[in-house]
């Protein structure tokens, strides 16, 4: 059978099961359940067996996630699949697992016990956009530098807290597995990404007078979406924008003088920066503590500015 016909085939088997959980009785979120351990574990042998366009059935179960969700149809897929975002949902994408498969199947291919398959390079076909070789090749050389680099400090725990996997020292399903999660991460880089770059691309594009009584709310474990439009800010400033007279100050004898309702205190900020035009102030402290020690430490300084920020307060706008 050619990929030609297998491949309007999965279309149409991707849409009429997705029209059958769209219409039968259950709840939306039970429905997303059928979707993601029924029709996507179905879906993916066809994919990675032939030369399919996954990103089309892909739009189509996006389609119908955001719709069960009740979430409005313009939302981000990175909102739904990212493992990288504050609200984490139990979803999986399709394409991701389509990825994710074609990267096993060709390091299994690679690493295959037989000597005439390992020998022979394994072709694969994954279309114009993403290449597996390219992604599995990608995926091995980051976790060389990995190595090279050695273990960083990422989160407060502090190093020696965690075990690193080092490519050197594994072999067979290890291996195939930081391959897999890496091309995971690439593919939640890539989200976070596109959040980004959202609301640079909106400004411009919504008009600036838009209002909006849109709210998300949860009941009964269920996201709900109430009418309106999105509010989208068309004019982003930074914290800085606004005034030209900006003033920085530091503890230092060859810098300005802090303002004086901070020289009056016995505190002295490593860095003050200030506008009188806009009667707003800033306070920068610098800290170097133990990997053990940092949210002891932040804790320690919040607490120590605590009342020279109340007091600055009264006479600025924005402290």
């Known amino acids: ?6 491949g ?12 059958a959980i769209n219409n039968c009785g259950l709840q939306g979120k039970f429905k997303i359940w059928c979707l993601q351990f029924m029709l996507i574990p179905k879906l993916l042998w066809p994919l990675l067996v032939y030369d399919i366009c996954s990103t089309t059935i892909e739009a189509k179960i996006n389609k119908y996630t955001r719709k069960w969700l009740g979430v409005p149809p313009g939302l981000s897929d990175g909102s739904m699949y990212c493992r990288k975002a504050k609200l984490k949902l139990p979803m999986k ?3 991701e697992e389509y990825k994710c498969g074609k990267a096993r199947l060709l390091t299994m291919l690679e690493e295959s016990d037989d000597p005439v398959v390992k020998t022979v390079q394994p072709s694969l076909k994954t279309g114009r956009k993403w290449k597996v070789t390219e992604a599995v090749d990608e995926a091995k050389e980051c976790h060389k530098m990995k190595e090279v680099i050695g273990q960083t400090q990422t989160d407060s725990r502090g190093l ?3 075990t690193a996997k080092w490519w050197s020292k594994t072999e067979g399903k290890e291996k195939r597995d930081m391959i897999i999660d890496e091309i995971r991460n690439k593919e939640d880089s890539t989200r976070v990404q596109k959040a980004v770059q959202q609301p640079q691309q909106a400004e411009g ?6 209002t909006s009584s849109t709210v998300f709310t949860t009941e009964g474990g269920v996201i709900k979406w109430h009418g309106g439009s999105i509010p989208i800010n068309t004019h982003r400033k930074g914290l800085l924008d606004g005034c030209d007279d900006w003033v920085v100050s530091a503890d230092l004898p060859e810098w300005e003088r802090h303002p004086d309702d901070i020289r009056k205190t016995t505190l002295r900020p490593d860095i003050v920066i200030h506008s009188a035009s806009t009667q707003q102030i800033i306070m920068v402290e610098l800290t170097v503590p133990y990997e053990s020690r940092m949210e002891e430490a932040n804790a320690f300084k919040e607490g120590k500015y605590l009342d020279l920020t109340k007091e ?8």
Do not use: N
């Not at 059978?1 to 297998?6: A, P």
């Not at 309007?8 to 029209?19: Q, V």
């Not at 594009?205 to 838009?210: G, K, R």
């Not at 600055?312 to 402290?319: A, E, I, M, N, T």
């Open 1 to 6: 059978m050619k990929d030609t016909r297998r």
């Open 8 to 19: 309007a085939e999965t279309l149409e088997l991707a849409s009429e099961s997705l029209l």
């Open 93 to 95: 994408s399709i394409l």
């Open 160 to 162: 020696g807290s965690t």
């Open 205 to 210: 594009e919504i008009h600036p007078s838009s």
């Open 312 to 319: 600055l307060k009264k006479g600025w706008l924005r402290s």
